[in-house]
Nanobody, 121 residues
Framework: QVQLVESGGGLVQAGGSLRLSCAAS????????MGWYRQAPGKQRELVAV???????NYADSVKGRFTISRDNAKNTVYLQMNSLKPEDTAVYYC???????????????WGQGTQVTVSS
């Protein structure tokens, strides 16, 4: 069993900052990619940022220069530092982790429960 526990969402004024965390625990053999997606009401879920085990990072154009993704491999945790937040950043943010529960099994895709981020104007 694998659990992803997210924290750090909340309500913030435009221009403010929030930091999201997502900790993976359970039967984990190795972790490849760790990332964040978001889904606003009435919209499809979209990629925000992703970081691979090798440290390669990809950001959505809409968050480049404002958001920073990082990971602590010793803690199996991924972070998303969000600065200069805008009302259009309002969404439920989901953690996504690609990992193996065993060296002999295929990589699986795991999702957190989601955390609400609301940016007021």
């Amino acid at each position: 069993q694998v659990q992803l526990v997210e924290s750090g969402g909340g309500l913030v004024q435009a221009g403010g900052s929030l930091r999201l965390s997502c900790a993976a625990s359970g039967s984990i053999s190795s972790i490849n990619s760790m990332g964040w997606y978001r889904q606003a009401p009435g919209k499809q879920r979209e990629l925000v940022a992703v970081i691979t085990s090798g440290g390669m990072i990809n950001y959505a154009d809409s968050v480049k220069g404002r958001f920073t993704i990082s990971r602590d491999n010793a803690k199996n945790t991924v972070y998303l530092q969000m600065n200069s937040l805008k009302p259009e950043d309002t969404a439920v943010y989901y953690c996504n982790v690609g990992l193996r529960t065993s060296p002999f099994k295929r990589q699986g895709d795991y999702w957190g429960q989601g955390t609400q981020v609301t940016v007021s104007s």
